[in-house]
């Protein structure tokens, strides 16, 4: 039978416990309160001058001035992202080292094999953008629209050809949805990268594109786009039409997020939400992302848990219908 000494000691140390549970809680508060305080590693996992790359370089001075602080980028790149996103969770989770995370990729890679980690492994603390799936043809193409389209490819099985960034993305899966929902085969051919998948388009060796609006907004003149994957028509583009104007559901193309390791507190987590949050509400930054062809998207960390539930049930099913899931 315990004596009152020793129940005694147990109490205070479960007091003990308690408060400095509490202790530590109000410390990540505090540190909350004045983050950052120094530079924030911005890792990207891909290389340089990708559009990763470039959405994390216009959001590189609008975080500085309101922080004061600098944002340092880096690259791990590999594996189409799995290199980095394999490490996160490695890394040190005081919100100063940051991730960029990618749709569908984060979802899609773990249900074709072994990549080093699962997409409950990675905590998205924003989701900030997404570029739209397009369909891009050289501006000589005889498809004028997308209807020429849809019917040289339902007269056509399997020959007309559209090179895409790699497989698993956001690029091969429009093209299983574009054909599910037209009832045409289209032949997809992955290239590394949206800048080869464009040279190849370029250079005859398919006869149209799976890319995104900021193809054309970076070779104006160049191509043509048939549809966007947009709720509505885009400012730059007001003469192309949308999918569902077109009777498509197709909304949808690489989404872009902002991830940290799991080890990063809840204070911190939503702090750098309401940051990224600021960032995409700045007129001046809106304009720097319409121009090139990005469309701003608002998912804040309190809202990611349905939003991923979502997408992954969406994304899920798509991988099925390509084949892409072990």
């Not at 919100?95 to 492994?121: C, E, Q, R, S, W």
């Not at 583009?237 to 197709?250: Q, S």
Request: aromatic share 10%; net charge positive.
């Amino acid at each position: 039978m315990q004596t009152q000494t020793s129940i005694t000691k147990i109490g205070l140390s479960a007091a003990a416990i308690i408060v400095a549970a509490l202790a530590g809680g109000n410390a990540w508060a505090a540190s909350a309160s004045n983050y950052p305080s120094k530079p924030v590693h911005y890792v990207i996992p891909f290389g340089p001058g990708g559009e990763s790359d470039i959405t994390a370089r216009l959001q590189q001075p609008f975080f500085e001035k309101m922080t004061g602080q600098n944002t340092v980028i880096e690259y791990k790149s590999g594996g189409g992202g799995a290199v980095g996103w394999a490490q996160l969770n490695s890394m040190k989770g005081d919100g100063y080292t940051i991730m960029g995370t990618n749709l569908p990729h984060i979802i899609v890679k773990p249900l074709m094999g072994n990549v080093g980690f699962k997409t409950a492994d990675i905590t998205n603390v924003y989701m900030f953008e997404y570029t739209p799936d397009a369909i891009v043809v050289p501006k000589d193409s005889p498809f004028k629209t997308l209807e020429d389209f849809i019917t040289y490819a339902k007269k056509n099985p399997g020959r007309l050809t559209m090179s895409g960034s790699g497989t698993g993305t956001a690029n091969q899966l429009a093209n299983v949805r574009f054909d599910n929902l037209t009832g045409t085969t289209t032949t997809y051919i992955p290239f590394k990268g949206t800048g080869a998948a464009y040279t190849a388009l370029r250079g005859g060796q398919v006869k149209a594109e799976w890319g995104y609006s900021t193809v054309a907004a970076n070779h104006p003149g160049e191509v043509r786009l048939l549809a966007l994957a947009t709720k509505k028509r885009m400012d730059i583009f007001p003469n192309v039409p949308t999918f569902k104007e077109k009777g498509l559901d197709m909304v949808g193309g690489t989404y872009r997020g902002i991830g940290v390791p799991k080890s990063t507190p809840e204070p911190i987590r939503q702090k750098l939400s309401d940051l990224i949050g600021k960032i995409n509400a700045n007129p001046k930054f809106k304009h720097e992302m319409d121009k090139r062809g990005f469309v701003l998207l608002n998912v804040p960390y309190g809202k990611m848990d349905a939003f991923m539930k979502q997408k992954e049930a969406y994304y899920k099913q798509l991988a099925n219908k390509a084949g892409l899931t072990k």
